[in-house]
């Protein structure tokens, strides 16, 4: 089955500097990539998605870009803020029963 | 618009007891998950279903049960509680597919 792996585990940037959470993924059908976004206490929130027929998204001032022939790809955050503290988790969707595989998380301090 | 709703948010239970984790979705989904998200983990995908009497096992599905009796409810049923499956457990739901999960506030349960 699929395999994701996300580094770093732990991330602590200056309020204002860019994070860049990693994951490499193992099934190359693997065909949609999303990012989420969860807070103490709450349920996972998508923040963005990417397709494999793209090679990267932008929503402000979050970013994603994905590599297929490395298996490969990035979440990219700029200008972090301190709301940017959180726990980020990369996933991969194989197409039976659409099931999602995630990496173990990233969690992400950002320091005033 | 109340999405995936959990209940309850916490319970303590006794080793051998039983109980079942409710899970409904108002936005005529499709597809329904059920993770657990152990401390410091990813999440690891336990049952899920593509319809309304449809179930499949995931990654972690021994000690568990579920039904999908409706397409609104997706409960998922402990049998003999054991401190292994003390973790937190979330209720996700999919309309189809290259579309993102929608995720629950979660369950906390505790095996004691």
């Known amino acids: 089955g699929e395999n994701v792996e996300q580094h770093p585990s732990t991330l602590s940037v200056q309020e204002g500097d860019s994070a860049v959470i990693k994951c490499t993924y193992s099934d190359s059908a693997s065909n949609y990539f999303p990012w989420y976004k969860q807070e103490l206490g709450k349920g996972p929130q998508l923040i963005i998605d990417?397709?494999?027929?793209?090679g990267e998204k932008k929503d402000q001032r979050i970013a994603v870009t994905l590599n297929k022939t490395a298996k490969h790809f990035s979440l990219h955050i700029t200008e972090t803020q301190p709301e940017d503290s959180a726990v980020y988790f990369c996933?991969?969707?194989?197409?039976?029963?659409?099931?999602?595989?995630f990496g173990g998380g990233t969690r992400v301090l950002v320091k005033p | 618009n109340a999405g995936v709703t959990q209940t309850p948010k916490f319970r303590i239970l006794k080793i051998g007891q039983s109980m079942t984790l409710q899970c409904t979705q108002d936005?005529?989904?499709?597809?329904m998950y059920w993770y657990r998200q152990d401390p410091g983990m990813g999440l690891k995908l336990i049952y899920y279903?593509?319809?309304?009497?449809?179930?499949d096992k995931g990654e972690v599905p021994n000690g568990y049960n579920v039904s999908r009796s409706t397409t609104e409810d997706f409960p998922l049923r402990l049998e003999l509680a054991a401190p292994s499956q003390t973790s937190v457990y979330f209720c996700?739901?999919?309309?189809?597919?290259?579309?993102?999960?929608?995720f629950g506030d979660g369950t906390r349960l505790s095996i004691l």
């Open positions: 996700a739901s999919l309309d189809r597919g290259n579309q993102p999960q929608h």
């Open positions: 279903s593509v319809g309304a009497g449809i179930t």
């Open positions: 996933a991969a969707r194989t197409a039976a029963g659409n099931k999602l595989t």
């Open positions: 990417i397709r494999s027929n793209v």
């Open positions: 936005m005529n989904h499709n597809y």
